[in-house]
C-alpha cells in the first residue's frame, strides 16, 4: 500500500472558510509533497516540505509536518470555488498515491 | 520551458487494437511513472523506470508494456486493447532521489469500445 494515506475522503465546505486535511504516513522520509488534481487532469505540485521543516506557506496555503507523528495537514485559507479539487500527499521515498481528499468548495 | 507532455490526450479504439501512449520530459529527469487512475480513485502504479534502459513493474497487472530508450522517453503500449482497461493514464517523472517531487502531465483519458 501506498505510503500517504489522505484523510478526510472528501470535505465539503463554503467560500471563504478554511479547508483541512491531513496526510500520513509510514516510515522516515526526506520531504512531504501535496498536489492538486482539477477533474480529469494531472496532478499539479503545490508545495514541498522537507523533514527538519514544521510549517511552510506558499500563498493561501499553509502546510505542517510533524515527523514524531509521521503526519502532515494541508490548510487552504479562505476558500474559493476555483479550489474546488482533488489533493494528494506524497512522499521522497514512495512513488504511490492515494485516493486523496476531494475538496468542494460552494460558492 | 521544462514540462512532461503525454499525447494523445484522448483516445477512442476498437477492442483488440495496439496502442502506444506517449510520454517525453525535458527536465532530463532520471525517473519516470506511469499511473492508471479511474475518475474520482486513487492513482495505481504499473510502470516505472529508474534511467534508461530500466523498467519494472508495478502494483497493477495492467498488461502493458514500457521502454526507456532514451532518458526524455517513456512509451506505454498495450498489445491488444479491452474496455477494462478504458482510464485515465498519468505520466510522471522526477529526479533520482525526488528532490523537488514529482511532475505530472496532463494525461490520457482511453477509451476502449
Known amino acids: 500500500s501506498q505510503q500517504g494515506e489522505e484523510d478526510p475522503q472528501a470535505l465539503s465546505i463554503q467560500e471563504g472558510e478554511n479547508a483541512t486535511m491531513n496526510c500520513s504516513y509510514k516510515t522516515s522520509i526526506n520531504n512531504l509533497q501535496w498536489y492538486r488534481q482539477n477533474s480529469g487532469r494531472g496532478l499539479v505540485h503545490l508545495i514541498l516540505i522537507r523533514s527538519n521543516e514544521r510549517e511552510k506557506h506558499s500563498g493561501r496555503l499553509r502546510v505542517t509536518l510533524d515527523t514524531s507523528k509521521k503526519s502532515s495537514s494541508l490548510l487552504i485559507t479562505a476558500s474559493r470555488a476555483a479550489d474546488t479539487a482533488s489533493y494528494f500527499c506524497a512522499t521522497d521515498n514512495d512513488m504511490r498515491f492515494g485516493a486523496g481528499t476531494r475538496l468542494t468548495v460552494k460558492p | 520551458e521544462a514540462d512532461i507532455y503525454q499525447t494523445p490526450r484522448y483516445l477512442v479504439i476498437g477492442t483488440g487494437k495496439k496502442i502506444t501512449l506517449e510520454c517525453s520530459q525535458t527536465?532530463?529527469?532520471?525517473?519516470m511513472y506511469w499511473y492508471q487512475q479511474d475518475p474520482g480513485m486513487e492513482l495505481h502504479l504499473i510502470h516505472y523506470s529508474y534511467g534508461v534502459n530500466s523498467t519494472e513493474k508495478g502494483d497493477l497487472s495492467s498488461e502493458s508494456t514500457v521502454s526507456r530508450i532514451r532518458t526524455e522517453h517513456f512509451p506505454l503500449t498495450l498489445e491488444s486493447a479491452r474496455p477494462s482497461h478504458t482510464s485515465q493514464y498519468l505520466c510522471?517523472?522526477?529526479?533520482?532521489?525526488?528532490?523537488?517531487?514529482?511532475?505530472f502531465g496532463s494525461g490520457t483519458r482511453l477509451t476502449v469500445v
Open positions: 527536465m532530463g529527469h532520471d525517473k
Open positions: 510522471a517523472s522526477s529526479e533520482f532521489w525526488v528532490n523537488y517531487g514529482y511532475t
